[in-house]
Structure formats: C-alpha cells, structure tokens
C-alpha cells in the first residue's frame, strides 16, 4: 500500500533527488499497512556502533532503517551482535561480496520509528539515542543501555515493537516554554554535553545535553535533555543558508558547521558556503537551561577550490584542531578547510574566507563520512553513492590508502578500530557490507592497498527503481 503522493518511478533518480521530491507532498506520508518483519534491513540510512576503545571492541551495530520507499508503515531502529557477526563472518565458506548472512538469528532488539529517517545522534554518556524523520513532525529518543543482556537494549516504551508518542518530542507548542514547533524536513543532527557548548560555563550550572538539529529550510532547533523527563524542544533559528546537508561541531570555537547545498542562496553567487551557528547558555532555575538560544555566527567561504556550493559531509579532524573535513562535489573531493585564520581574512561581503589546506579527489557523488582510529593511523571513510565506491582516506597524510568498488548504493558508515573492520550501509541493496580493513592498519602509511569485501549482513534486495 501506497499514499496517494507516492512517487512513480520515473522520479526516483537518487537518493538526494528523491527526498528533496518528497518535502513537496502534502498528504501524510506514513503507510497505515503492514509493520516491517522482524530484522528487517530495509533501506538503511544509518549506521552506529556501540561504544568502543582502544582495546574494547563495540558489542552492537545499530542500523536505521528508512523505510524509503513506504512500503511498509514504520522505519526501524536495529541493535545487531557484532560479536555474533564476526563469528558468521569468519565461518563462512565463501568469503567477500558471496558470503551473506541472514539478519535474523543476530538481532539483538528492535524498535520501530516514523519512515524516512535523515539524522541520528547518540548522547555523551552513551545512554540515549535520538533519531529525526521526514514523515514525523518530532525527534525521537530512545533509551540505550549497552551494558544489557538479551532483548533490552533499545528502550522506547515501546508496544509491539512500536514506540510510544511519548517518546516524540517537538510537534506540540505546548510543551516547552516557547511555544515552538519542531520544523520539517531534518537533515543532521548533533549532540553534546551542554557544559560544552560555550566558553566559562560552570559545569555544575549547566546539566544535560543539548541535542542541535538542522533542517533544509534554513533552520537549526535545540532541544535540551537533562536526562529525566526526555528532551525538550527551546530554541528554533530561522534564517540560515537554504539546504544545508551535513552538521558538526568544532570545539576549539565551539561552533556548529553546516555543509550546504544552498543551490538558492542568496547571500553570495556561486560562492561554496559553509554556515556556522553558535550557542548562548544560561542557567535557568532549578538547574533548567531554557533561557538558551542558538544564533547566526555567520557564513563562510572556502577557497581555493571550485565555486560550486554542493557539499553533502562535514566532520573535525581528529589530528588537527581547527580544521574540517568536508565532501564537495563538483569536484568530487575530500577538502581539508583551515577555520583557524585571523579576522584580517574578512571581505568586503562580511564573509569570512578559509583555504582549502588540501583537496583529495574522491569518487562521483561523496554522500557521507566516518572517522576511526586503526592503530596509529586515523582513517577518514567516505562513501560515493553515485560512484558505488567506498574511498579510505589517511586524515595525517591526506592520501588515499585503500579504494572499494562495485558497491550498489554505499550510504552511511561505521568504523570498528579493534575488529578493524568498516561497516557500511547500503541504501539501493538493503544490506550492510562488512570491510575488512587488516591491510590498512597494517600499513600505517605508504601505498594504497586492499580493504576487500568480507561479507554481507542481510540478503540483498535492489529497489528495482533506484538502479
């Protein structure tokens, strides 16, 4: 079943194209059918690993499934057994892209979510995630407890696998002081402790987490959670570029970047643009922070690279304060932009310029991006789902050290230091792709080498109408 302002599949091009379709529908778009079966890998569009270090493997991989097309009534948020996972992966008898493993018997928990799900974060402390739609006026949060043994490690009050309105946050104005609404159309999301967020905060005045998500339209909301009672929704700012795609936040300016497409922007020709957005917090009483609010800090450009606006991934490197890792197309790259410049780089625009430090080609289409630590080695993954690629980039070195090809649909990623292995959603199969990522810890540095396919989770299902 259907809603009448389904897409035929003529309009179904890419991913990118399709969901930017889909905000012009006016009806509903929840499918009042039939719930997804059980580990259920339908569309994914993001991927998480449980917590991690350096000698402690990550016990879950979380999967969002968008329920793109509506078949079904409900996307999903999955927990799978990485350990389990692993043991499959190495008893299989026909390595690489033939080797698929059924979902089923290692899923962990499961609950269902709005269709259409664009952004996702996890909290600080690891105990809470949260996941924005597209067919749902709200975030939702859902508790997490990694440490749990058997079916409880997703927790969103759930009823048959459903879970409960209560756990949706940001459509009624009668619930946060403001009277605000959660606006439509998220597309990233970004979470941190709020002590974090501004400069000379005392951490005992200012509990909780700020949870900041962007949305195509030109807006940034800021819910605060401080734990108890869930999110709320305290600030909406209007305003911002148009079609932002990508959100991260730096701390050493303890500002929010937002990759753009901002293809009608009118704030400076072809320019590419990269916005920023900061916080002002203050303590509320009895330790509430809902005096808060979140303002333009102003945009930026990136120069030394083509003028073209289209970036889709922005994230901090994890070896050099102050700089951005950002996937741009047209050229397709990875740019490495220095933040770090004085106020003397102002122009006559107001705008403030960045260089691009460097810029690595990467395959056609660069969509999203994962960081992770290999050893000595910190390794920034981007996935090319026009190019049906994968690109592993040294974040040191900035050389390109291992390439995947012949993907269907690679989307949203995950990193696993320990089993040194990347995870991959993708989006046109149904499936998660398992790497194996040996050869590029082992290097450490010097020529590009294998990072081959070692399986798949899930039994591959193309969408005949996204090939």
Same mark, same amino acid.
């Given at each position: 079943?259907?809603?009448?302002?389904?897409?035929?599949?003529?309009?179904?091009?890419?991913?990118?194209?399709?969901?930017?379709?889909?905000? %012009?529908?006016?009806?509903?778009?929840?499918?009042?059918?039939? @719930?997804?079966?059980?580990?259920?890998?339908?569309?994914?569009?993001?991927?998480?690993?449980?917590?991690?270090?350096?000698?402690?493997?990550?016990? /879950?991989?979380?999967?969002?499934?968008?329920? /793109?097309?509506?078949? +079904?009534?409900?996307?999903?948020?999955?927990?799978?057994?990485?350990?389990?996972?692993?043991?499959?992966? #190495?008893?299989?008898?026909?390595?690489?892209?033939?080797?698929?493993?059924?979902?089923?018997?290692?899923?962990?928990?499961?609950?269902?979510?709005?269709?259409?799900?664009?952004?996702?974060?996890?909290?600080?402390?690891?105990?809470?995630? +949260?996941?924005?739609?597209?067919?749902?006026?709200?975030?939702? /949060?859902?508790?997490?407890?990694?440490?749990?043994?058997?079916?409880?490690?997703?927790?969103?009050?759930?009823?048959? !696998?459903?879970?409960?309105?209560?756990?949706?946050?940001?459509? #009624? @104005?009668?619930?946060?002081?403001?009277?605000?609404?959660? @606006?439509?159309?998220?597309?990233?999301?970004?979470?941190?402790?709020?002590?974090?967020?501004?400069?000379?905060?005392?951490?005992?005045?200012?509990?909780?987490?700020?949870?900041? =998500?962007?949305?195509?339209?030109?807006? =940034?909301?800021?819910?605060?959670?401080?734990?108890?009672?869930?999110?709320?929704?305290?600030?909406?700012?209007?305003?911002?570029?148009?079609?932002?795609?990508?959100?991260?936040?730096?701390?050493?300016?303890?500002?929010? +970047?937002?990759?753009?497409?901002?293809?009608?922007? =009118?704030?400076?020709?072809?320019?590419?643009?990269?916005?920023?957005?900061?916080?002002?917090?203050?303590?509320?009483?009895?330790?509430?922070?809902?005096?808060?609010?979140?303002?333009?800090?102003?945009?930026?450009?990136?120069?030394?690279?083509?003028?073209?606006?289209?970036?889709?991934?922005?994230?901090?490197?994890?070896? !050099?304060?102050?700089?951005?890792?950002?996937?741009?197309?047209?050229?397709?790259?990875?740019?490495?932009?220095?933040?770090?410049?004085?106020?003397?780089?102002?122009?006559?625009?107001?705008?403030?310029?960045?260089?691009?430090?460097?810029?690595?080609?990467?395959?056609?289409?660069?969509?999203?991006?994962?960081?992770?630590?290999?050893?000595?080695?910190? %390794?920034?993954?981007?996935?090319?789902?026009?190019?049906?690629?994968?690109?592993?980039? #040294?974040?040191?070195?900035?050389?390109?050290?291992?390439?995947?090809?012949?993907?269907?649909?690679?989307?949203?990623?995950?990193?696993?230091?320990?089993?040194?292995?990347?995870?991959?959603?993708?989006? !046109?199969?149904?499936?998660?792709?398992?790497?194996?990522?040996?050869?590029?810890?082992?290097?450490?540095?010097? &020529?590009?080498?294998?990072? &081959?396919?070692?399986?798949?989770?899930?039994?591959?299902?193309?969408?005949?109408?996204?090939?």
């Amino acid at each position: 079943m259907r809603p009448p302002c389904a897409l035929s599949p003529s309009r179904i091009i890419t991913l990118t194209s399709v969901l930017a379709s889909l905000a %012009l529908c006016a009806c509903n778009l929840d499918n009042l059918g039939d @719930p997804p079966p059980d580990a259920d890998l339908y569309l994914p569009t993001g991927l998480l690993l449980s917590q991690q270090s350096t000698d402690s493997a990550p016990r /879950f991989l979380y999967v969002v499934n968008s329920n /793109f097309d509506l078949r +079904y009534n409900r996307g999903s948020v999955q927990a799978y057994d990485l350990e389990a996972l692993n043991v499959a992966v #190495d008893a299989c008898s026909r390595p690489g892209i033939g080797c698929e493993i059924p979902s089923v018997p290692l899923l962990v928990d499961e609950v269902l979510i709005p269709s259409l799900a664009t952004s996702f974060s996890v909290s600080p402390d690891r105990k809470r995630l +949260y996941v924005a739609t597209r067919t749902d006026a709200s975030m939702t /949060f859902i508790d997490l407890d990694e440490s749990a043994q058997g079916e409880a490690v997703l927790d969103c009050a759930e009823s048959e !696998r459903r879970c409960s309105d209560a756990r949706n946050r940001g459509a #009624d @104005p009668n619930d946060n002081p403001r009277g605000l609404t959660f @606006p439509s159309e998220p597309v990233g999301m970004w979470s941190l402790h709020a002590r974090d967020a501004a400069a000379g905060l005392d951490p005992d005045q200012t509990p909780g987490d700020f949870v900041m =998500v962007a949305h195509r339209g030109g807006q =940034v909301s800021l819910f605060h959670d401080p734990g108890a009672g869930g999110p709320r929704l305290v600030h909406v700012l209007e305003g911002l570029p148009l079609e932002p795609t990508g959100l991260t936040f730096e701390p050493a300016s303890r500002l929010f +970047y937002l990759s753009l497409y901002a293809r009608n922007s =009118v704030i400076t020709g072809q320019t590419r643009l990269l916005a920023r957005v900061g916080l002002t917090v203050e303590a509320g009483q009895g330790g509430g922070l809902a005096p808060s609010f979140a303002y333009d800090a102003g945009s930026i450009v990136v120069d030394g690279v083509a003028a073209q606006r289209d970036t889709r991934a922005i994230a901090v490197n994890p070896v !050099r304060s102050g700089e951005l890792l950002v996937a741009g197309r047209d050229p397709a790259s990875l740019l490495f932009v220095d933040t770090q410049l004085s106020a003397a780089t102002q122009d006559s625009a107001a705008l403030t310029n960045f260089p691009a430090r460097d810029i690595v080609p990467v395959g056609s289409g660069p969509t999203r991006m994962a960081l992770g630590k290999l050893g000595e080695r910190d %390794l920034v993954a981007v996935s090319c789902f026009d190019g049906h690629q994968l690109y592993l980039v #040294d974040a040191a070195s900035r050389e390109v050290v291992a390439v995947v090809h012949n993907l269907n649909g690679p989307f949203e990623l995950a990193i696993d230091g320990v089993r040194k292995r990347l995870y991959i959603a993708d989006f !046109r199969s149904s499936s998660v792709q398992i790497i194996d990522l040996s050869a590029v810890a082992a290097d450490g540095t010097g &020529p590009r080498t294998d990072a &081959p396919i070692l399986a798949t989770l899930g039994i591959p299902k193309v969408v005949q109408e996204l090939q």
